[in-house]
């Protein structure tokens, strides 16, 4: 490989072209910078071709069987049903494909020059872009990191990519797993757990911790351990420490301790998903030869503009630290191509939504009951069951609640939502949460009837009022 083959100059570099670099990139652009995003792997990082697209396009074709149920249920009679699973994931590739066209036609668009290779620092004002046995070097006024997180590997449960596979993996799987055991009940395993057991895998969970979906209210993980029988189905494991994995006649073993005792899971795959982790793309990124340093959890350092220790590089997404979500990373490379071009503009957000896309999905935004509790000594609560909604029972899709969380001056603080639709309904609560509204402005807006939204401003109406439906 020889060093400097050809020499780019642009006013900004831009390196991972997952949802923060790219975001990054067309806002550099539209403010007139010359752009370069460099891409090792494939347009649209993690979420479009490892994470949230391909895992939520399998989610919503797991869902045949229980709407298939429902539609004999009600007088719509199908035959037999065969599933062809090569074919499931040609549609999901099919989809990704779509998504990774579009964003390099909108790169297109608006100018911005994309070069696959992978990048290094030579100072801070300089990269190379290795390609097989090219290199091109580019000088650049601004550069944003976006490299984003790999799955997390634990000493013991070494990925072999046979039997020992991680989340990106198990979306690319051709034939439906009999058995699986997953390591890490947070919502990546959980939403495995959805849609292979709804195609008829059977799951076991191994979490370290005493309960699964450790960052949703207990109350929460109760209500869709009740309603969903997937759950139900699954054995999970809790308290309990993956230690090792070990082949017996070519199937993999999982050894596992719990309450002092050692229990041997077998399945046709180990899916560890017990973590992301950012620090081997870092390592190989060349930072030693700029200025940006490390925060003490080994994410880059970086200030409310995204901008790093180093006043030529930003950061953004995974790579600038918690919470690993596609839309965070969105809104952080937003700010960051401002910020690369001269805006005055930060990262100012107060409410990000997590959501989980279970069967009914989850969807959270601002303070549980317990915090306001805390925070303000008291707090109203209004909660209202999908069951009374007129879209969600002629959807069939009853299951679930809305509950507000406000102070007791009536001031909007938070919002927990279990419901088919609870990823799209979430979006509401979180701009009533930005613009400080109260409960009194949820219920005054006019909700278009019949939809899943209205419960929302039911919720917000029991608690300014009480409980406004039977429970
Ligand atoms: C199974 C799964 C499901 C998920 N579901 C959701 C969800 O429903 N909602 C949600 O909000 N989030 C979800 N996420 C998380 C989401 O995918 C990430 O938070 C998001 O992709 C982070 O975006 P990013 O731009 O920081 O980095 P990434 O998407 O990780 O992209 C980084 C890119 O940088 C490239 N790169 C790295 N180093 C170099 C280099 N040296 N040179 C050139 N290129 C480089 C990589 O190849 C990669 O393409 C999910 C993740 C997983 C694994």
Known sequence: MVAGDTTTSVDLV?????????????????????VLLVEKETVGGVC?????????????????????????????????VDVDF???????????Q?????????????????????????DSNTISVARDDDVETVTYDSAIIATGSQPLEIPGLEFDHQGVISSREILQVQEVPDEIVVVGGGYIGMEAVTKFSKFGSHIKVVEARDRVLCMFEEEVVDSIQETSSELYDTEIYTSAWAKTVEYEDGTPVLVVEQDGEILRLSG??????????????????GLENTAVEMDSEGFVETDDRMQTTDENILCVGDAAGQPFLAHVAYREGDVAGGVAAGEDIAFDNEYIPAVMFTDPEVAVVGLTEAEVREEYGDTRIGIVPLSVSGRALSANKSAGYVKVVAAPDEQLLGVQIVAARASDMIAEATLALELDATLDDITSTIHAHPTFPEALADAAEAAQVGSIHPP
């Open 98 to 122: 779509r998504l990774s066209d579009d964003i390099l036609q909108r790169l297109d668009n608006h100018g911005v020059a994309y070069r696959e290779g992978t990048a290094r620092f030579l």
């Open 14 to 34: 831009v390196i991972g072209a997952g949802p923060g670099g790219y975001t990054a990139a067309l806002r550099g652009a539209r403010n007139g910078l010359e």
């Open 48 to 80: 479009v071709n490892h994470g949230c697209i391909p895992a939520k396009a399998l989610i919503h074709a797991a869902g045949f069987q229980k709407d298939i149920q429902h539609w004999n249920d009600i007088g719509i009679r199908t035959g037999n």
């Open 86 to 96: 090569q074919a499931v994931q040609a549609w999901k590739n099919d989809v990704i």
């Open 268 to 285: 046709d795959y180990i899916i560890v998903a017990a973590g992301r982790d950012t620090t081997s793309t870092l390592e190989s990124l």
